[in-house]
């Protein structure tokens, strides 16, 4: 089983791909983590969000396969560690790839959302989009810590 962050933006600041690289390097080898960026649509620099925002969701829903999607969204349910554990768990029961779809500065397109198992309120506050791989990544590896009894998660 593999765990997917698949964003828009491929130029991520030092700080952002160290903070996913720490967790991602503490993941188990049978549940590794990893980002798969694809570029921020071309329409936005004539100004077509829209477009660009389809161009994306191309670029993302391509890049998750027949993964299980979960997208993370403002308008998605909040959900408790423990919460994204016992979802964790039933993922790896399955063996199914899980994605988590981040979009870019402009949210992620109706399609996207559409095709989501899941949709994923991280805060009532808008993050920054790259801030949100980090926060997943951490969460993700949290919640196989709950999962195996590590010490990690005391909450």
Do not use: K
């Not at 590794?32 to 829903?61: C, F, I, K, S, Y």
């Not at 016992?86 to 790896?92: K, N, P, W």
């Amino acid at each position: 089983m593999r765990l997917d962050l698949v964003a828009v933006g491929r130029r991520a600041p030092d700080w952002i791909s160290t903070g996913v690289d720490e967790f991602a390097t503490r993941m188990p080898r049978h549940l590794p983590l990893a980002v798969r960026t694809v570029n921020a649509g071309d329409a936005r620099r004539g100004g077509d969000v829209a477009r660009a925002r389809g161009q994306e969701a191309d670029a993302l829903l391509g890049a998750a396969g027949d993964a299980r999607i979960i997208v993370l969204d403002e308008r998605g349910r909040s959900w408790r560690t423990r919460d994204l554990a016992h979802y964790l768990d039933d993922a790896m029961q399955e063996g199914r790839d899980l994605a988590f779809l981040i979009g870019g500065a402009d949210g992620l397109h109706p399609r996207c959302l559409e095709a989501a198992e899941r949709q994923w309120s991280l805060s009532a506050l808008t993050l920054p989009h790259m801030l949100v791989r980090v926060i997943v990544a951490e969460q993700l590896y949290r919640a196989w810590t709950l999962l195996s009894g590590h010490p990690y998660h005391r909450g």
